[in-house]
């Protein structure tokens, strides 16, 4: 190693003494070793993968999509599993919402004209006829009473379609029709749940041609939407605590968390059971050991519907609560044969949302090079998973995939035989060393010691994942 390089090395470990963490475990003090420790071993040695596969196997039976009795299913076997191993469970019920399509129609006539009009996703399904009133884009205090009891003419635009419904609908608007604000699509947005009024969207020519004749003099219109509609489901987070005994406490929280729902139709053995697996597996794995920081695993529902879980989650955490979070460690799709082509680390990567290294990369990355991996893992930038709510709210957090995924990302052919117990080992591995590294009771104490961790050079990555 360059004697520059020694420099950065001493003052990032420097930096990261400040706010308690890191690294790669020195073996006996050996400047730059990073081979696998004594404490290490505690934990990863109980780790197994077959635990995993097979974990993988028995929730990739059938879909676990969100909402749908797959996913209670999955939800109730992850929360049994928890509790078996000692941990004080919830499983955490939050309301999705579907949009219902069967054979949907709308029809809009006015004054002898069907208008053909498109149909808002999750419109409403109802009939109505009434006054048409124009109240412009319905930006918030602008919607004249006057809609009350008739039919909003609304110009696309601003704000957001949600707004604007509600908006006429809270003066008592019956429904609405919405004229779009250029001339190309005209694909309309959504409706939202509780918006009962059948809503439609029209061409802009179709309604600056209304917005005319309303000048002239009234115009009532009738307006039917059919086979379409917004249905509440429930969708569920798994959530396991372990405190540490109370002369031990130092308050912080660490987390590990994984989503259990799948995309519809798919098994998502390696989206997501894979890294439920690995959740499950850490759990047990971690359930007798001694530690100094609260332990909290966590399954996400409705993942793939727009990080709905993770966000409802993040939601219930009180300030304080969230401010005793010291690391997120998300893994998502962790286990497959087929993905990482031939990057280093077996393509194990690791995203945060700002590209930023963190507490939860400085240790992992450490970790990978004293574990089955036996390298450093290198970093990158992307969302798209449960860790973006715990960044928003100022957690060091990151998300461990393999990158570019593979060809059976979302697909039904998403099935354990893609799956590699490697991988899922490697992983599992790190995220286990460096979790303990937070949990141990001698931690901070112990980087002040001979063996302690030392942090390694890792480098960002500009990869996409593809897909
Ligand atoms: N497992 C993926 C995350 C992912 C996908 C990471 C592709 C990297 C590349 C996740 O379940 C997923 O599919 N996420 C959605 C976004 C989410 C906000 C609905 C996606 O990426 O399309
Ligand atoms: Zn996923």
């Known amino acids: 190693m360059k004697k520059k390089k020694v420099v950065s090395v001493l003052l990032t470990a420097g930096l990261v003494l400040s706010v308690n963490g890191v690294y790669a475990q020195g073996n006996g003090g050996t400047p730059n070793s990073n081979a696998t420790s004594a404490f290490d071993n505690k934990i990863i040695k109980k780790i197994s993968a077959d635990n995993m596969y097979n974990t993988i196997a ?84 602008t919607v004249p009473d006057t809609v009350r009891g008739k039919i909003a003419l609304i110009e696309r635009g601003e704000n957001t379609f949600v707004e604007k419904i509600q908006n006429v609908l809270d003066k008592g608007a019956v429904g609405v029709i919405m004229y779009n604000n250029s001339g190309t699509s005209n694909a309309f947005g959504q409706a939202s749940y509780g918006q009962n009024i059948p809503a439609v969207g029209i061409t802009r020519a179709q309604g600056l041609a209304l917005v005319e004749q309303l000048k002239t003099g009234p115009l009532t219109a009738q307006l039917k939407v059919s086979g379409s509609g917004l249905v509440e489901k429930q969708s569920y987070n798994v959530i396991a605590k372990m405190k540490p005994q109370k002369n031990k406490d130092t308050g912080q929280i660490v987390m590990v968390g994984a989503h259990h729902d799948s995309v519809p139709g798919g098994p998502g053995a390696n989206d997501d059971a894979s890294g ?165 009771p001698d931690t901070p104490a112990l980087i002040h010691s001979r063996v302690a961790p030392k942090p390694v050079d890792y480098d960002f990555e500009n990869r996409s994942p593809g897909a």
């Not at 999705?96 to 069967?102: G, S, T």
């Not at 808002?120 to 109802?126: D, I, M, N, T, V």
């Not at 059976?408 to 052919?413: F, L, V």
């Not at 799956?419 to 141990?440: H, M």
């Open 58 to 141: 028995l929730l990739s039976e059938q879909p676990r999509t969100a909402g749908t009795p797959g996913e209670l299913i999955g939800a109730q076997y992850i929360k049994s599993q928890f509790e078996k191993y000692g941990y004080e469970t919830e499983l955490q019920s939050f309301p999705i919402y579907d949009v219902v399509r069967n054979n949907v129609s709308g029809i809009l006539e006015i004054g002898g004209q069907n208008l053909k009009p498109y149909v808002f996703s999750g419109s409403y399904s109802g009939e109505t006829t009434a006054e048409v009133v124009n109240v412009g884009k319905a930006l918030a205090g």
């Open 276 to 440: 439920v697996s690995a959740v499950l597996e850490l759990a047990r794995v971690m359930s007798n050991m001694p530690i100094d920081s609260e332990l909290r695993f966590v399954t996400f529902g409705s993942e793939e519907k727009g990080l709905l879980g993770s966000y409802h989650y993040a939601s219930t955490l009180s300030d304080a609560e969230a401010d005793k979070i010291v690391a997120h460690f998300q893994m998502d799709m962790i286990g497959s044969k087929d993905a990482g082509g031939d990057h280093a680390a077996n393509g194990l990567i690791m995203y945060t949302i700002d590209g930023k290294k963190n507490k939860v990369t400085d240790l992992a990355s450490a970790a990978g090079a004293r574990t089955a991996l036996g390298e450093v893992v290198p970093y990158g930038q992307l969302g798209r998973s449960d860790h973006q709510p715990f960044h928003e709210l100022g957690i060091p957090a990151a998300l461990f995939i393999h990158s570019p995924l593979e060809p059976w990302y979302h697909t039904p052919a998403d099935t354990i035989d893609k799956i590699d117990k490697n991988k899922l080992q490697e992983t599992a591995e790190i995220v286990g060393a460096a979790v303990y590294q937070i949990a141990r």
